[in-house]
């Protein structure tokens, strides 16, 4: 069974232990993480929808201490939608998870900044652990342990694609390092390796474009 934690840390707090993220609100109002993509090593890949009031700061701006804007997908007059590459210690940590994921809302204003992050119990409480070891025991935790998936804010996937994806997270395929390959998924469900290939590949990208798609509509 999934479960999902989320943790709130006030700015100040951040503020306090120096943490570069709260650089970016010298940039952005807000900052919602959509997707982790690419984790390898000490840096992060995020998918970022960033909320400001000053277009011109934004479109001058190229990377700072917290993030270096790598590719822009949207920008309007009040948000943009972008890829950035962070790497300060709290995303290093969130890189480094091990049955768990962060997971939308994970934000950050002026007052808090809010991870959810969602995994096995195992995953979650080394999560907590790591994060108390950077940020002291001084945050907000509420657990959800009957939390059976985010699928709300996903598209809807037929019930054997569904499956896939669903065991190839569980068995650790999108953690950094991977913990299994195609072919453990295919023997744990009986399928060929290519049906599971094809399966994952059809649903990341429908996943992917729901997101980005759905973070335009909440721009309007």
């Known amino acids: 069974m999934l479960g999902v934690m989320q943790i709130k840390v006030s700015t100040l707090i951040g503020k306090e232990n120096n943490l570069p993220g709260v650089k970016l609100l010298e940039v952005f109002d807000k900052i919602e993480f959509l ?3 690419n984790p390898s090593g000490d840096q992060s890949f995020f998918l970022v929808k960033g909320s400001y009031k000053n277009r011109k700061k934004f479109e001058d701006f190229e990377k700072n201490e917290a993030i270096e804007v790598i590719e822009c997908f949207e920008v309007t007059d009040s948000y943009a939608i972008f890829s950035g590459k962070m790497d300060g210690p709290v995303t290093q940590i969130m890189s480094m998870f091990k049955n768990a994921w962060p997971i939308s809302p994970t934000t950050l204003d002026s007052e808090e900044f809010i991870l959810t992050i969602q995994g096995a119990a195992d995953g979650l409480s080394n999560s907590r652990k790591m994060l108390v070891d950077l940020l002291g025991d001084s945050f907000q935790i509420s657990i959800n342990n009957n939390f059976q998936g985010q699928w709300d804010t996903a598209p809807s996937l037929p ?9 190839a997270i569980e068995m650790g395929y999108y953690n950094a390092p991977r913990q299994c390959r195609q072919r453990d998924i295919a023997d744990t469900i009986g399928l060929k ?10 649903a990341e990208s429908l996943i992917i474009n729901a997101w980005f798609h759905q973070g335009r509509k909440l721009g309007k």
């Open 193 to 202: 390796q290519g049906t599971v290939a094809e399966h994952l590949q059809i």
């Open 35 to 37: 997707k982790q993509f």
């Open 159 to 167: 019930r054997r694609r569904k499956q896939v994806l669903e065991t």
